[in-house]
């Protein structure tokens, strides 16, 4: 059985910091494409971050690049979403996904298994 458990989300002000993390259990997931994926209230899921097996390649959205930094330890595995510098309009809850390729997709459909979501909420 795979299982993906996020951790670390919760309530910051904006301008602050949170580190999420999504530990993966249930098989080997170091060959496997992860990605991090949101969705706040009346909205669709949509992309954060991916980071392709070997961490060497990261993609981000254009909404949270420079501020997110995806990263993970395939020892342990675990994905992390560093956020810094959080706004109002990050609020949502957000979703750990592995993708049973090398290859990145910043697709929801495209994603195999996920987490069961953690809550950021960024207060203004």
């Known amino acids: 059985q795979v299982q993906l458990v996020e951790s670390g989300g919760g309530l910051v002000q904006a301008g602050g910091s949170l580190r999420l993390s999504c530990a993966a259990s249930g098989r080997t997931f170091s060959r496997y494409a992860m990605g991090w994926f949101r969705q706040a209230p009346g909205k669709e899921r949509e992309f954060v971050a991916v980071i392709t097996w070997s961490g060497g390649s990261t993609y981000y959205a254009d909404s949270v690049k420079g501020r997110f930094t995806i990263s993970r330890d395939n020892a342990k595995n675990t994905v992390y979403l560093q956020m810094n510098s959080l706004k109002p309009e990050d609020t949502a809850v957000y979703y750990c996904?592995?993708?049973?390729?090398?290859?990145?997709?910043?697709?929801?459909?495209?994603?195999?298994?996920w987490g069961q979501g953690t809550q950021v909420t960024v207060s203004s």
């Open positions: 996904a592995v993708r049973r390729s090398v290859v990145v997709a910043t697709t929801p459909g495209a994603y195999d298994y």
